[in-house]
């Protein structure tokens, strides 16, 4: 007869799988929001930038025997009423308008982020001042407040980053403020300043990488709000001047031809929109990927 098998004594029982959250890279890669979003914007952005090498002609040559012209072989999209090439002014006008959205909410996160960290994790005067700063300047429409600052610095590009300069910051402050706030009182900071470390330690290495989640997901829609912005202003004739090309300036001067040559006004306006779709669902998609559990 065979021995009776005995069992094992003192063997330990299956640990339970822990479940881990998938990856940055690997919850990206699963958002069709955020592909999609940045899929749209990269091919946006490509495109600005390979102006000089895809744009078959400078935007500001003019050629005064093929005005008003429609898309052909020579001018894919057509020309202005002053012989300009579309597809050209596009492209530089996309240029400028990216760069002048980027630069433009690159100052106002900064010194938002900055300013709205320190008010929330040490409070006090600082504080107060600041955030009735703040509420004076949402008390006041947005693009009421841009067009009356440009008005005031001077037209232009130098203009329109002052002006947002000035105004832009005191979302990103509120927001960062607000999140710090609340990670100040977790358990985790208690034990990090109980465990003898600084501060300004714990609020930059440690609140800080937790709570700017929040104003980067922001600055893709603010991106868009600045570039909708900049196109108004160029609409209104106080935004970039010619004869550097704008889609706002682009948008002005077809409307006086929109019952005859509708694609004058049609193209612009169809590459503001795109731009804007894509920079929104680029912000939704990293609001869904950054979000903890």
Same mark, same amino acid.
């Given at each position: 007869m065979s021995a009776a098998v005995t069992p094992a004594v003192g063997l330990a029982e299956p640990e339970h799988e822990v479940t881990r959250r998938p990856s940055?890279?690997?919850?990206?890669?699963?958002?069709?929001?955020?592909?999609a979003g940045t899929i749209l914007t990269a091919t946006i952005v490509a495109l600005a930038l390979l102006a000089p090498v895809i744009g078959r002609y400078s935007p500001v040559s003019q050629d005064l025997l093929h005005t008003l012209a429609g898309p052909s072989g020579a001018h894919w999209l057509g020309t202005d009423e002053i012989g300009?090439?579309?597809?050209?002014?596009?492209?530089?006008?996309?240029?400028?308008?990216? @760069?002048?959205?980027? !630069?433009?909410? !690159?100052?106002?996160?900064t010194f938002g982020v900055f300013i709205g960290t320190v008010c929330g994790y040490f409070g006090g005067r600082i504080d107060t001042i600041v955030m009735r700063i703040v509420d004076v300047v949402l008390a006041f429409p947005f693009y009421v407040l841009i067009i009356a600052l440009v008005f005031v610095?001077?037209?232009?590009?130098?203009?329109?980053?002052?002006?947002?300069?000035?105004?832009?910051?005191?979302?990103?402050?509120?927001?960062?403020?607000?999140?710090?706030?609340?990670?100040?009182?977790?358990?985790?900071?208690?034990?990090?300043?109980?465990?003898?470390?600084?501060?300004?330690?714990? !609020?930059?290495?440690?609140?800080?990488?937790?709570?700017?989640?929040?104003?980067?997901?922001?600055?893709?829609?603010?991106?868009?709000?600045?570039? !909708?912005?900049?196109?108004?202003?160029?609409?209104?004739?106080?935004?970039?001047?010619p004869p550097a090309p704008?889609?706002?300036?682009?948008?002005?001067?077809?409307?006086?031809?929109? @019952?005859?040559? @509708?694609?004058?006004?049609?193209?612009?306006?169809?590459?503001?929109v795109l731009t804007g779709v894509g920079l929104s669902l680029l912000g939704d998609g990293l609001a869904d990927i950054l979000r903890p559990e």
């Open positions: 940055v890279r690997s919850r990206a890669l699963h958002s069709p929001i955020f592909m300009r090439d579309i597809w050209s002014r596009l492209l530089y006008a996309g240029r400028t308008d990216l @760069q002048v959205g980027l !630069l433009a909410v !690159l100052f106002p996160f610095v001077g037209v232009g590009t130098h203009g329109i980053y002052i002006a947002f300069g000035l105004t832009d910051w005191v979302i990103y402050a509120r927001t960062t403020r607000s999140g710090t706030m609340v990670a100040r009182n977790l358990d985790w900071v208690a034990a990090a300043e109980g465990g003898g470390l600084s501060r300004t330690r714990v !609020l930059w290495r440690h609140i800080l990488p937790n709570t700017i989640t929040q104003a980067i997901v922001y600055s893709m829609s603010d991106i868009v709000l600045v570039i !909708l912005a900049v196109v108004t202003l160029g609409y209104l004739g106080l935004g970039i001047q704008d889609w706002g300036s682009m948008i002005s001067d077809g409307q006086n031809f929109i @019952q005859t040559n @509708q694609w004058l006004a049609a193209i612009p306006g169809m590459a503001v």
